[in-house]
């Protein structure tokens, strides 16, 4: 991998197969669009810490057994919400949430379920993310009754 080259990588350019498949999984979760911009974004300022999330989270992480993607999204949403500070991960990971069909509503669902172990603040945060994200997308939540 060049550091120096383009926001671009393809396959051609990788020389390691367990980045390979990070990539893959991460186009096919996430979309060419958002994974370039992502790697544009963070590989000027750490080519090793994009690399290393490639690899890790979607070369690794996400092919472990025992979740499926669905519940491996809302498992990586509900963790970034009680983390706080987290509202652009948080709408990275909407957007794969939204892209594999996970219903706005577990979204929400998940996000309130997380006010009595993670506190309102952190709750209510994730949740105007979520808004604003789904908002974005044309897709807002019932309100509830």
Not at 36 to 60: I, K, N, W
Not at 65 to 87: C, I, M
Not at 106 to 132: D, E, I, M, Q
Request: one cysteine or more; proline letters at 7%; hydrophobic letters at 45%.
């Amino acid at each position: 991998m060049n550091p120096d080259g383009p926001a671009r990588e393809t396959c051609e350019d990788c020389s390691d197969a367990k980045y390979r498949l990070g990539l893959e999984t991460a186009t096919e979760l996430a979309g060419n669009e958002a994974v370039q911009a992502f790697l544009a974004d963070l590989r000027p300022v750490s080519p090793a810490a994009s690399r290393l999330v490639v690899e890790t989270v979607f070369g690794s992480l996400h092919h472990l057994p025992g979740l499926d993607q669905r519940e491996r999204a809302l498992v990586t949403l509900t963790a970034l919400a009680v983390l706080g500070d987290t509202g652009k991960e948080l709408i990275i990971h909407l957007g794969i949430a939204h892209r594999i069909g996970v219903p706005p509503t577990t979204v929400v669902a998940a996000f309130t379920h997380l006010s009595a172990y993670a506190g309102f603040p952190r709750t209510l945060n994730a949740l105007a993310v979520a808004k604003r994200f789904y908002a974005g997308q044309g897709v807002l939540p019932p309100e509830e009754q």
